[in-house]
């Protein structure tokens, strides 16, 4: 019997049995519209899932709760983690899919980040756009080489370069495979997001 799929989202299936499916995780105040367009852009033909976040912050879309601009609810962060996970869980049951590569942007970067480290096996990797550390204190959590790409602006005003380099270390420490890429640039995305994502997606998709 297949879950419920209680979040909103769009899917679109793919027609490239061979390109993974993402998971798309917007920003704050986007909805489950907003990543579609980049997804089809970095992984063309791949499956994509993409849900709106639970929480409204006066009126705007999050996937879990803040005190203040970068200080979160972690218990807040936990719960929405897994509820999210389960979801995609028993999205993969109703859509037959595999495990999906994660793409999230700031808010839904840091879920991405957090799903990672407290539920290691739904997701079969990760692009991280402007992420942050997102829980103060971490399980050791059984990652198995999942690539993820960190993507940091050197100018972003709401992340410092040094938690975004925390990050790395806490993902690499936890079993996965990280780059990290810091580009000269601020918290919005920019073309140059597009091509290293485009890169990175060649390269971790090319069969072993
Ligand atoms: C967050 O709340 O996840 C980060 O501060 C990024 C943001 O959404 O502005």
């Given at each position: 019997?297949?879950?419920?799929?209680?979040f909103?989202?769009?899917?679109?299936?793919?027609?490239?049995?061979?390109?993974p499916p993402l998971?798309?995780?917007?920003?704050?105040g986007?909805?489950?519209?907003?990543?579609?367009?980049?997804?089809?852009?970095?992984?063309?033909?791949?499956?994509?899932l993409?849900?709106?976040?639970?929480?409204?912050?006066?009126?705007?879309?999050?996937?879990?709760?803040?005190?203040?601009?970068?200080?979160?609810?972690?218990?807040?962060?936990?719960?929405?983690?897994?509820?999210?996970?389960?979801?995609?869980?028993?999205?993969?049951?109703?859509?037959?899919?595999?495990?999906?590569?994660?793409?999230?942007?700031?808010?839904?970067?840091?879920?991405?980040a957090?799903?990672?480290?407290?539920?290691?096996?739904?997701?079969?990797?990760?692009?991280l756009l402007r992420?942050?550390?997102?829980?103060?204190?971490?399980?050791?959590?059984?990652?198995?080489?999942?690539?993820?790409l960190?993507?940091?602006?050197?100018l972003d005003p709401?992340?410092?370069?040094?938690?975004?380099?925390?990050?790395?270390?806490?993902?690499?420490?936890?079993?996965?495979?990280?780059?990290?890429?810091?580009?000269?640039?601020g918290?919005?995305?920019?073309?140059?997001?597009?091509?290293?994502?485009?890169?990175w997606m060649?390269?971790?998709?090319?069969?072993?």
């Amino acid at each position: 019997m297949t879950k419920d799929l209680n979040f909103i989202h769009r899917f679109e299936p793919g027609n490239r049995l061979e390109a993974p499916p993402l998971l798309l995780l917007h920003g704050t105040g986007g909805d489950e519209n907003d990543l579609l367009p980049l997804g089809e852009a970095i992984s063309p033909g791949s499956a994509l899932l993409s849900p709106r976040g639970q929480v409204l912050e006066h009126g705007m879309p999050r996937f879990f709760r803040r005190l203040s601009e970068g200080v979160f609810d972690e218990d807040d962060v936990r719960r929405r983690a897994n509820e999210l996970a389960d979801f995609v869980e028993a999205a993969r049951d109703a859509y037959m899919l595999a495990a999906p590569i994660a793409l999230g942007y700031s808010n839904g970067a840091n879920i991405a980040a957090a799903m990672l480290l407290l539920r290691p096996n739904v997701l079969a990797g990760a692009f991280l756009l402007r992420a942050m550390v997102p829980l103060s204190e971490t399980p050791t959590a059984g990652l198995r080489g999942q690539p993820v790409l960190i993507v940091s602006g050197e100018l972003d005003p709401i992340i410092p370069a040094s938690n975004a380099s925390r990050l790395a270390g806490i993902l690499t420490q936890a079993g996965a495979s990280v780059q990290h890429r810091t580009l000269p640039l601020g918290h919005q995305l920019s073309q140059f997001d597009l091509k290293v994502a485009q890169d990175w997606m060649k390269a971790v998709s090319q069969p072993a």
